[in-house]
């Protein structure tokens, strides 16, 4: 009897402990597959680096401009998570976001790919929701939710100057 309301009081403290951890805020772009209506698809890359991990290249961005230039497409900046790099094009007209492609995302392993096909249309259309890269991550794709959000944030700075 003494172990049930040992173990009880543990089990309690531990939960209360748990659901006070406060979540970090997320600054910059999330990886997108697709577009828009959630047609297209994305493509990816091995991972094999951990975020910020030294020696790691430095992120690369590019803007490019269509048509007229009313449309663009800017991509962000390259995102090192724990499972691989993430990296996202948005396109733009003005400076609406009418769309948003994942150019690279964890997809080495089975279970990254599981994970992604399903969190990142969820990442798409929330940024274009929202229209800004201040969007929630997507549970179970933690760091690959925040590598986009970085990236989208990068691309979305990137447009403005």
């Known amino acids: 009897?003494?172990?049930?309301v040992v173990t009880s009081a543990a089990t309690a403290a531990g939960v209360v402990l748990l659901l006070s951890l406060k979540p970090h805020e997320a600054a910059g772009p999330a990886?997108?597959?697709?577009?828009?209506?959630?047609?297209?698809?994305?493509?990816?890359s091995d991972v094999s680096q951990p975020s910020n991990a030294p020696g790691s290249p430095a992120p690369s961005a590019s803007v490019s401009a269509t048509g007229t230039g009313?449309?663009?497409?800017?991509?962000?900046?390259?995102?090192?998570?724990?499972?691989?790099?993430?990296?996202?094009?948005?396109?733009l007209a003005g400076s609406r976001i009418t769309a948003v492609d994942v150019v690279k995302y964890p997809n080495s392993e089975r279970r990254d790919r599981e994970i992604n096909?399903?969190?990142?249309?969820?990442?798409?259309?929330?940024?274009?929701?929202?229209?800004?890269?201040?969007?929630?991550?997507?549970?179970?794709?933690?760091?690959?939710?925040?590598?986009?959000?970085?990236?989208?944030?990068?691309?979305?700075?990137r447009a403005k100057g």
């Open 1 to 4: 009897m003494r172990r049930a």
């Open 31 to 44: 990886p997108v597959i697709g577009s828009g209506a959630g047609t297209g698809s994305g493509s990816g």
């Open 70 to 91: 009313a449309t663009r497409k800017v991509s962000g900046d390259t995102v090192n998570t724990r499972y691989g790099p993430v990296q996202v094009q948005v396109t």
């Open 117 to 157: 096909s399903s969190a990142l249309p969820v990442l798409n259309q929330e940024a274009i929701s929202a229209q800004s890269a201040a969007i929630d991550v997507v549970s179970g794709a933690t760091y690959t939710s925040d590598g986009y959000v970085r990236s989208l944030q990068s691309a979305l700075d």
